[in-house]
DNA sequence: CGTCTATTTGAATGTACTCAAAAGCGGTGG
DNA sequence: CCACCGCTTTTGAGTACATTCAAATAGACG
């Protein structure tokens, strides 16, 4: 592989070395599992009833991960960007039906990567036990403090956040996508942004 | 060990046996890194702004967890009986000052696992890391359910079911503590009790 | 341009909160 | 055993935050 001409797989790998360190030929294990995919913009990766098979990594675009409730109520537990994972992680991981549905919202290019083959790939390659420790670990973490923000903190302040921390999703997505998010409805956020102008 | 005599371990081992088989010589091994410790009926195992050493596995007892706000409004995150694991996970991973504030609800006994150990934990045994795999996995997978329902179901439905996901948890805490859990003031939580009666 | 969807605006409503006070409950000491 | 103390739970009135529904405006895409 030419040094000057990035991997198709740079990113992934990338992302993998943040948490381990791989020798070529463990990285050459690793993607030779995974499956390219290119989703439309507002196409589905996943729909809430079907079996989820894969592990997902947004190599470009962009990915809401949302639950929908009884009456339609869309929530969005996650947007994924370049170098993020999603995932219905439940599903995928128990091998059950996807409760959680994946859209992309805008032309996506996606490394899927086959949940069954998990375990052997951690048998293989303890490390990606490790990095998968170290994922779900930080994953925890991030929905916990969502959580406790959703607990305590007002929706104005959430909001405020929101645009501190992710300024350039901020732009990018739709605004009722972000009031799903913040667990608000798109007329409410869109009086939160009127107030602080 | 007298097979009639279960262990001072025999519940911290079958907590662990549920995702990794050990050998007695890896059991001795985990065992041997555990402090055990007593805690009076609200006293705190750790309080915000402190360093988290440890993961806490629950023997005996009930222990909540739970973030204060700045005007103090504590909101809990998890309650932990026998057989769970509680803990400011991501302070003692991060060897960061304590956010979370863990106090017992009840006299309560627990294992200590220094999170410093970990890391030669993982090198020597790697079961504990797909234990611990296994733990975050399904700690990020309930987060993101009461994630879900904070956003998207309303409180009397959530206090609904609580109630008949933790049936005893409801009649051992106080009903101030499960109003904070569920993200409701005691006495909103007071009104929704006198209604379903 | 015209159509379709997203966002904004406003009025009426509902869910949950604050504050204050009363009632209930458990432990402790007289 | 009862009376009292402190804390939790209940009750109620008034309020605030956020929703619903409907309609107007603005933007995006063919």
Redesign the interface.
Known sequence: MNSEIPSLYAAILANVARDVTLTPAEEALFTALLLPQQVARYDYLLQAGQAAHYLTFVNQGCVRTY?S?AHG?E?V?AFAVEGWWCAD??SA?ARAPATLTLQALEDTQVWQLPAEQLEAL?AQV?KF??F??LL??Q???H??????D????PAAVRFARFRRQYPRLSQRVAQRHIASYL?ITPEFLSMLRKRQA
């Open positions: 639950a409730d109520k929530s537990l992680f439940a991981l951690y303890p036990e490790r998968f420790r779900f670990q994953g925890f973490v929905q916990q403090r969502r959580l406790t959703q607990l305590q903190v667990g």
